[in-house]
């Protein structure tokens, strides 16, 4: 099969290079997969604030300009850099990114030229097939939306009535799709719930275990002095301070003799500022190569979430491809074939994890960090987007 597949991506393609959070991830490997095989001429098509242009073997990124109308940049402005700040605005965000680059001449233009190129796009995130998609259907072109999440469910404004128009926009969107792809089976029942009814294949999200930095590894020994006795917990801001805030208050203090490396800009956050325990390293942003260093060197991983509607843990994949000793909730392992007392724990009760720590012998943490490097095959990025091409195919008959 030698075809032309366009890749619409709401967060700019400059962004995929270093990507720095799970969807950027999960697109970046999707790039090398298509620059490997090698079957399909690929552009990606973004916005950004500035333009931004390369060309890398099969493969062309582009981020067009936006916004470029005079009023679309004041309401976006208001919108998206004064209410934003503000969580219980964040659905007047969203509605922002799904509406008014339809308003954009110049990003309108883009995606025509995209739409008469290809013969397939596939909507990375929801987020552009409320404007593409009947670009597409105009120039007879097929397309496949890849829902990350049931976006308009992550928050909770205040004003219910925006929720209403951006939840419509959502669904209509999704189901214009000729084809739909989730990366969990409870986002996909979700939207068959509101009455989505397009073919629907549930596919995971995709992971790779990068090639091992040693001067990284070597670095993050010598300056933090990780034993055997060493748990880490990445996260960013919006979902993760809960968990955060458990292991500093719960976890931590009745493991005296552990020591607990927090990642990410979680770190950052007021509510673990604030808060001190001995034998908590507020570690903050690192490169990639010191994250992965840290997956080498810690034996345990701790993946708690909570109250996330949707969605999946690319951190707990990536801790399955590392072999780590895994301890996380319900919700944590959501989208993963991860069985409790098989690849890992599972538990929704942070009082008992420090006895669950303690309690594990040598035996038993073999056995977890055996099993995850066995299930981690089967995210592998090669693996899960392989499983694409069929759609792909039958789509382009």
Not at 64 to 77: H, I, M, Q, R
Not at 341 to 347: A, E, F, L, N, P
Request: aromatic residues 12%; glycine residues 4%; proline residues 5%.
């Amino acid at each position: 099969m030698k075809c032309k597949i366009g890749v619409a991506y709401p967060f700019g393609c400059q962004n995929l290079v270093k990507p720095s959070n799970g969807a950027e991830y999960k697109v970046s490997l999707l790039a090398k997969f298509l620059k490997e095989e090698k079957f399909a001429d690929v552009r990606f098509l973004s916005i950004n604030r500035c333009e931004f242009k390369k060309q890398d073997e099969n493969i062309t990124y582009h981020d067009a300009p936006y916004p470029t109308v005079g009023w679309v940049k004041s309401l976006d402005f208001l919108i998206r850099r004064i209410l934003y700040r503000k969580p219980i605005e964040l659905d007047f965000s969203l509605w922002a990114m799904y509406k008014l680059p339809s308003y954009d001449s110049k990003v309108i233009a883009e995606f025509e030229e995209l739409a008469k190129w290809a013969d397939i796009v596939l909507f990375e995130c929801v987020h552009f097939a409320p404007m593409g998609i009947p670009i597409l259907q105009k120039h007879g072109k097929k397309s496949i939306v890849i829902i990350h999440d049931v976006v308009f469910e992550l928050f909770q404004p205040k004003y219910k009535w925006i929720t209403k128009i951006v939840s419509k926009i959502e669904i209509d969107a999704v189901q214009q799709a000729d084809h739909i792809i989730s990366l969990t089976e409870h986002d996909a029942k979700r939207f068959q719930q509101l009455g989505v009814k397009k073919p629907m294949t549930v596919l995971p999200l995709p992971t790779e275990k990068p090639v091992i930095q040693r001067d990284a590894v070597k670095s993050v020994q010598e300056k933090y002095q990780i034993d055997e006795k060493s748990l880490m917990f990445i996260g960013g801001y919006n979902h993760n301070v809960h968990a955060a805030e458990k292991i500093m208050d719960i976890i931590a203090p009745k493991l005296p003799e552990y020591k607990f490396y927090i990642l990410g800009s979680v770190c950052n956050a007021k509510e673990i500022v604030q808060r001190e325990a001995k034998n908590v390293i507020k570690v903050g942003r690192v490169s990639d190569d010191e994250k992965h260093a840290f997956y080498e060197l810690c034996t345990f991983c701790l993946v708690p979430v909570f109250g996330v509607p949707g969605g999946f843990s690319t951190k707990l994949v990536e801790a399955l491809s590392y072999g780590m000793v895994i301890l996380t909730t319900a919700l944590g392992a959501r989208g993963v074939t991860f069985e409790h007392d098989k690849h890992g724990v599972v538990c929704d009760d942070f009082e008992s994890y420090p006895e669950r720590i303690r309690s594990l012998n040598d035996s038993q943490k073999q056995a977890y960090s055996q099993a995850a490097l066995e299930l981690s095959e089967k995210y592998n990025y090669k693996t899960v987007y392989r499983d694409y091409l069929p759609i792909i195919e039958s789509l382009l008959k």
